[in-house]
């Protein structure tokens, strides 16, 4: 499994969210199994995003797709995102 990890700053989570929402049809066209998103504890607009992908190639893929800019700013992300783009190497549950 691989997953695309993005952190980012955004004017409004309220706002980004549904736009975040409209874009997973997207994410499952280039293999994205699910996600989980996480808000920083001292600035709930500062997130990051952990999406799965069944493929290395289908991550990389979608994060050079062609829309994400535009969604992005429509959900008001704030700057330059860091993208990290990872295999798997191993998951726990506790």
């Known amino acids: 499994m691989a997953k695309v990890i993005v952190a980012h700053h955004v004017a409004d989570y309220g706002r980004w969210l549904p736009v975040f929402n409209e874009h997973e049809a997207v994410r499952r066209q280039h293999g994205a ?3 989980s998103i996480g808000r920083d504890a001292s600035d709930p607009n500062t997130i990051v995003i952990v999406n799965d992908f069944a493929t ?3 991550a ?10 535009a969604a992005m700013a429509r959900g008001g992300v704030e700057g330059p995102p860091q993208v990290w783009i990872v295999e798997e190497a191993e998951a726990r549950k506790y």
């Open 33 to 35: 199994t699910g996600h």
């Open 56 to 58: 290395l190639e289908g």
């Open 60 to 69: 990389r893929a979608f994060s050079k797709d062609p829309s994400l800019p």
